[in-house]
């Protein structure tokens, strides 16, 4: 039976679809017989889709590098992915502060910027501005103008539902619930993407960081507040209104004070220890005031031989060993990763965390700190909208975009 034309079209959508992965992936150059030999196309029809991909400004073809006094038979024709063919940002829209980074169809990172609000509670207005500016300022430091982004991610510190609504239940969620995706969908024509921080903490550690090649893992943001991104089977999990990973109910749990992070547990408790006139460094470190005490400050008083920071150290590895059992008993990660602002800071509990784990749950998982530091959010937001971006690449025309602004 004669294949009709919409199957025809089908069938080289779906095969320029799998040339475009295998390219993208290489990460460099391929021959046209190269191509026939990972796909099984025959090498006209790769001609003719490399071609179209070509014309589209998805793909380059490379001048042959043969010389032509010996080179037999016809020259071969070179291909590789450009992955400046557009752009993607990623966006941590936080309490305090925003981050953004802009990076090219390969993921390497071309501008980062962080700007402050002027505090948790600023109001709507003022976070659209901030987190304008940065990404102004993200493009100006690569030299890429607005219309060569092809998707922004952008993470709040809220649950976000399937249909990218933020979930406003909470009264902390509802700063985040700014219709930031709409401003700059409106003011740049860009498609923005929102999902919780906790979720692209976990899609850029499977990426970037410690969760490469493992399927089953929760990833815990645990600097101001505690939430979980969890991977089960590969699959990212989200919940009927995007709430899964939300440990409000950890306050439920003995030995643990509600979804607080190691950040805000740490400075608590170091503070309440030098108000209390305890003999600690602590102290010292914070004459003014014990409100300039940090988590840091108890950290570091920790590894330098403080007993009571010592002791603060303690009681957090056996917090965080409880919420880590909890979620091992729920869910069976292979692997926890903490990750935040306070990730380094982390391994400093890890060996304690681990030794009580055992004592909570059968089912303990490997415990790690996260290596991609403050910026594990917006390394997941790139990740997130680079799979947009790879989903719906024949959708698009990167040679238009460099047409617009050239």
Excluded at 356 to 378: M, W
Aim: net charge negative.
């Amino acid at each position: 039976m004669t294949e009709t034309a919409p199957s025809m079209q089908l069938l080289r959508r779906v095969n320029a679809g799998a040339l475009l992965a295998i390219m993208r992936k290489s990460g460099g150059v391929m021959t046209a017989s190269e191509l026939v030999k990972a796909t099984g196309l025959t090498r006209a029809t790769v001609i003719s889709i490399c071609d179209d991909l070509v014309e589209m400004g998805w793909v380059k073809e490379l001048e042959n590098q043969r010389d032509a006094q010996y080179a037999k038979g016809r020259p071969a024709r070179r291909f590789a992915f450009d992955a400046r063919a557009g752009y993607v940002l990623g966006v941590d829209l936080g309490d305090a502060k925003t981050r953004v980074m802009l990076a090219d169809l390969s993921g390497e990172p071309l501008a980062k910027v962080t700007l402050p609000f002027s505090g948790a509670g600023a109001p709507a207005a003022e976070r659209l501005d901030v987190v304008n500016r940065a990404v102004l300022a993200a493009l100006e430091d690569a030299e890429v103008p607005s219309a060569s982004v092809l998707a922004v991610s952008v993470g709040v510190a809220a649950p976000v539902s399937r249909d990218e609504a933020v979930l406003v239940t909470d009264a902390h969620w509802q700063m985040f619930d700014i219709d930031l995706p709409k401003a700059l969908a409106d003011q740049y024509g860009w498609h923005v993407l929102l999902e919780n921080d906790a979720n692209l903490a976990a899609l850029g550690e499977r990426w970037r960081g410690a969760a490469q090649g493992v399927d089953d893992v929760a990833v815990l943001l645990a600097g101001d507040r505690i939430g979980a991104g969890v991977f089960e089977s590969g699959r990212l999990l989200h919940g009927s209104r995007g709430g899964f990973g939300e440990l409000g109910y950890v306050g439920m749990i003995e030995g643990v004070e509600g979804p607080l992070g190691l950040a805000t547990l740490a400075r608590t408790w170091g503070r309440e220890a030098v108000l209390s006139a305890a003999p600690t460094s602590l102290s010292e470190m914070c004459p003014n005031s014990p409100d300039d005490l940090t988590a840091e400050m108890v950290f570091a008083a920790a590894a330098g031989g403080d007993h009571v920071a010592a002791e603060i150290l303690n009681r957090l590895a056996t917090s965080m060993a409880r919420v880590i059992a909890s979620l091992s008993c729920l869910l069976n990660p292979a692997l926890v990763v903490i990750g935040g602002a306070v990730a380094d800071s982390a391994h400093a509990i890890i060996p304690d965390l681990t030794d009580r784990l055992s004592t909570y749950t059968s089912t303990p998982p490997l415990v790690a700190a996260s290596q991609l530091g403050e910026a594990i959010v917006s390394i997941g937001a790139v990740r997130h909208a680079l799979d947009y971006v790879e989903d719906h690449a024949l959708e698009m025309r990167p040679a238009d975009l460099k047409h617009e602004v050239a």
